[in-house]
């Protein structure tokens, strides 16, 4: 923070001088900080050289923020002396620039007027926000003493010189407005192309809605941004409409980041996040309906920012109660933050008028935006990565002009090259009789997985046409289980140990159709196999609650990455790991084992997260009857 402050006043080489000191003028601006005149109330006639003001109130500027003895509507003055030494030459082509005002103001030097902005009484609805910059007469300089006197009407309780006017030649003085600026125009032109790409990567391919909410706050936030500039007089014909326009958008931003972290971090939005939206949209209608008010406009300013503290605060409870779960995905969004929050502290107490010090939010957000982009970077390229394998799987298919022939043709043909190099070796080695039952045995499993994928193809045809013919019979879902592992372990020559097996309560009977229960449990303990690691830890949890059978796998793998998350159901659709390690499989597993659920009453749930494994939750009525 200090490097900027030392870096912005190198940039401008300003120099501090009070009123009443001799100035020598030269390329240099003379900041005019100390030793002003203050006087509430209005007489024309303030504005002269030889006024007595001695009797006036001494000041420094900025004259910032709200009085909370004395009220400052209407008129008050300030009066600052200003001497050019006798025998020097008097400087030529000079400007000043008070900054902004509130609200309307008439400046003099020596007695002659110089500049204005609005009319006395003003309008409730005044520019407050352009820097007023006001060109000096050569004439109108004296050797010696001169005066420069600022008529202000304040329609707001607020004193109105809100920066320390600069004196110095007209050329410098624009230059150094314009250098001011230059870095917040940047930043907001920087921030609105951000947004655009993240836009444009959210609609090629997303796994949720977070790439479209940070692309909509980064534009927001990069129009808020140039409407905080003299920008804004390039993009609107008056001030008011921009003002009005910059409320809007300010009230949007708390909503629109709301959304993108609660989609970052793939959280169902609550009854609490809701009611703080619903106030977001109040004070936007405020804005609309109360009329051109200042007052109001301050009313409704420092309303959100108190309001503010809600989101701030349900954003840090997230990030505790969700810091383990996506460490990796949080790292930098907590990095980001730390940087930003200084920022956000000094530009809220700049708003409601405690501090008054140049902004500098844009830098914080600037730092803010750039660590989420790598982050959301990395995970777009990874998903246009899944997304072109999947593309390719899908080309590979229309290729054979059906989706589900070329999964099952790419299948049967893993399974019957393992067949010929198993009968090979019967044939060929003639190995002991040992080896040879051991052979046959591989021969029959790779049999039963060929018939287990056409039995799924056309149990799930069936099902979905509605012609499958249900029949229910009673079994034990401990001896289901266990016969499943059994031909899990055989088939996949997996004879893993890591998987817990825990039925809560007394084993139990089910009253279903076996065959459907059987490919439920089949599938997901097949993808267990399948993909993860046999030391794997992996738990498989089963109760019978008010005659719902309730399961829960759990495994402490990989997880799955985002981007499939919402295409995991989906028919014929493959992971990214199943393509690169070349897993066989037809890609209707879990649309069976979801089609299945639903047609036993029930639902099928997914949790998982890269890194921390991946949950499944099942349901279905344990008898068709309950």
């Not at 593309?391 to 589900?404: A, D, I, Y």
Request: proline residues 3%; charged residues 25%; neutral net charge.
């Amino acid at each position: 923070m200090k490097l900027f402050f030392i870096i912005t006043l190198l940039a401008t080489k300003l120099f501090s001088e009070d009123c009443s000191a001799a100035i020598n003028l030269g390329d240099d601006l003379v900041s005019l900080k100390g030793g002003w005149l203050f006087q509430r109330g209005d007489v024309i006639d303030w504005k002269d050289t030889n006024l007595d003001d001695s009797s006036w109130t001494r000041k420094s500027l900025p004259d910032f923020g709200k009085d909370k003895n004395v009220e400052t509507f209407g008129f008050y003055w300030y009066r600052c002396h200003i001497f050019f030494p006798e025998g020097t030459t008097l400087p030529t082509s000079i400007a000043i620039n008070l900054g902004k005002l509130r609200d309307a103001d008439e400046a003099y030097f020596n007695g002659n007027k110089i500049g204005s902005t609005a009319s006395f009484p003003p309008e409730l609805t005044i520019d407050t926000e352009r820097n007023r910059i006001y060109s000096i007469a050569d004439r109108f300089i004296l050797p010696g003493k001169n005066v420069l006197a600022i008529r202000i009407y304040s329609i707001t309780p607020s004193f109105g010189v809100t920066d320390v006017p600069q004196l110095g030649k007209e050329w410098k003085v624009n230059e150094t407005n314009v250098k001011s600026e230059i870095l917040p125009i940047l930043s907001g032109f920087i921030f609105i192309l951000m947004g655009c790409f993240f836009g444009l990567g959210s609609i090629v391919k997303t796994p949720n809605k977070s790439n479209l909410f940070f692309s909509l706050f980064s534009i927001f936030l990069g129009f808020y941004t140039l409407c905080r500039t003299s920008y804004r007089y390039l993009i609107f014909e008056d001030f008011i409409t921009s003002y009005e326009v910059e409320l809007l958008v300010l009230f949007c931003l708390p909503i629109l980041f709301i959304n993108f972290f609660t989609q970052f971090l793939n959280i169902k939005r609550n009854k609490y996040t809701f009611a703080y939206d619903i106030f977001q949209v109040i004070l936007i209608l405020l804005v609309l309906f109360i009329g051109r008010n200042p007052k109001r406009w301050v009313f409704l300013i420092d309303t959100n920012i108190i309001f503010l503290l809600l989101p701030v605060g349900y954003i840090i409870y997230l990030i505790r109660e969700n810091y383990k779960k996506h460490k990796k995905r949080l790292k930098l969004f907590f990095i980001g933050t730390l940087g930003l929050f200084p920022f956000i502290l000094i530009d809220a107490l700049k708003a409601i008028e405690i501090i008054n010090i140049p902004t500098t939010l844009h830098i914080g957000f600037m730092f803010f935006l750039i660590t989420i982009s790598i982050q959301i970077s990395e995970e777009m390229v990874d998903n246009y990565k899944n997304y072109q394998k999947q593309e390719g799987e899908l080309v590979k298919m229309e290729r054979v002009k059906t989706n589900f022939l070329f999964n099952v043709s790419s299948e049967f043909k893993s399974y019957l090259d393992r067949s010929q190099i198993l009968i090979r070796e019967l044939i060929v080695d003639k190995p002991k009789e040992k080896i040879v039952l051991e052979r046959l045995n591989d021969l029959e499993s790779l049999s039963g997985l060929m018939k287990s994928m056409i039995r799924d193809a056309i149990v799930l045809t069936q099902l979905e046409n509605k012609k499958y013919d249900s029949f229910t019979e009673r079994f034990s879902i401990k001896d289901l289980i266990a016969e499943i592992l059994h031909l899990l372990k055989s088939r996949h020559k997996d004879n893993r140990n890591s998987l817990e097996v825990v039925i809560i309560g007394d084993d139990f009977e089910v009253a279903q159709n076996k065959e459907l229960v059987f490919l439920v449990f089949y599938h997901l303990l097949e993808n267990l196999f399948l993909y993860t690691e046999k030391k794997t830890k992996a738990s498989l949890k089963l109760e019978n609650i008010n005659k719902y059978l309730i399961a829960e796998l759990k495994d402490s793998g990989e997880g799955i990455p985002y981007a499939e998350q919402s295409d995991i159901f989906k028919k014929f659709v493959r992971g990214g790991k199943a393509l690169e390690e070349d897993i066989p499989g037809s890609g209707i597993g879990l649309t069976l084992v979801k089609t299945i659920c639903k047609h036993l009453g029930g639902n099928l749930k997914l949790d998982s997260s890269p890194g921390n494994g991946t949950n499944f939750y099942i349901q279905f009525k344990i008898s068709p009857y309950s």
